[in-house]
């Protein structure tokens, strides 16, 4: 079946660092790919989307291209804040089956020190 | 419009006592899925509402789980005779009858704890 895999966290950077977390999928059709990000307690917030092959899905300063070819949707930022220190997932929705429904990655936490 | 409703925000309840939760979506919303989050795991779906007909049902659903959503607005999951290993986040997502439904906007969650 479909899946999601994320690499694992926790990631420490200093502020202003480069930030990369990888994610790798594995589906049987076209899927529409998502990064959300989950604060201390609360529910999932969406980050970015891609829904075909190529499109770049941005949103303040992160960044993530939908690569078919390698299967892979990673995130990236250029200089990262302490606030964005938060726990991010990665998933797909396949519409093939009319669901819809979501796959998630196990989730990257990151920590942003000032 | 106030984004997707979920109460309570937290829930502690004994082992073997029944609890139901509560999901009200974001107005004109079709869909409506029902998910689950243990600790340190990603969100794994449990089940969905197309207006008002459950349409799919995770394997992780069991018997003692049941979900409606009567009108097609608001939806309830009850969870009956309740287990420490019901103990999990519970998060419920509508999404909006634009193209092919390709995002979903979340609640805040039912944190439950079974003790």
């Known amino acids: 079946g479909d899946s999601v895999t994320q690499m694992e966290g926790p990631v420490t950077l200093s502020e202003e660092a480069f930030l990369t977390i990888n994610c790798t999928y594995t589906a049987t059709g076209y899927p529409s790919l998502f990064w959300y990000v989950q604060y201390p307690g609360e529910g999932l917030q969406l980050l970015l989307k891609?829904?075909?092959?190529?499109d770049k899905g941005s949103n303040k300063g992160f960044e993530a291209t939908y690569r078919k070819e390698t299967t892979s949707f990673h995130l990236e930022k250029g200089s990262v804040q302490v606030s964005d220190s938060a726990v991010y997932f990665c998933a797909l929705s396949d519409g093939d089956s009319g669901t819809y429904k979501y796959i998630f990655g196990t989730g990257t936490r990151l920590k942003v020190l000032a | 419009d106030t984004g997707v409703s979920q109460d309570p925000r937290h829930k502690i309840t004994k082992r073997g006592q029944n609890v139901t939760f509560r999901c009200d979506p974001i107005s004109e919303h079709n869909r409506l899925y029902w998910y689950r989050q243990t600790l340190g795991q990603g969100p794994e779906f449990l089940t969905y509402f197309q207006n008002e007909a459950q349409l799919e049902k995770s394997r992780l659903l069991s018997d003692r789980f049941s979900a409606e959503r009567p009108k097609g607005s608001f939806s309830t999951l009850e969870i009956q005779r309740t287990e420490q290993g019901d103990s999990a986040m519970y998060l419920c997502?509508?999404?909006?009858?634009?193209?092919?439904?390709?995002?979903?906007?979340f609640g805040q969650g039912t944190r439950l704890t079974v003790v």
């Open positions: 891609a829904t075909k092959a190529d």
């Open positions: 997502a509508s999404s909006p009858r634009t193209g092919s439904y390709t995002e979903a906007f």
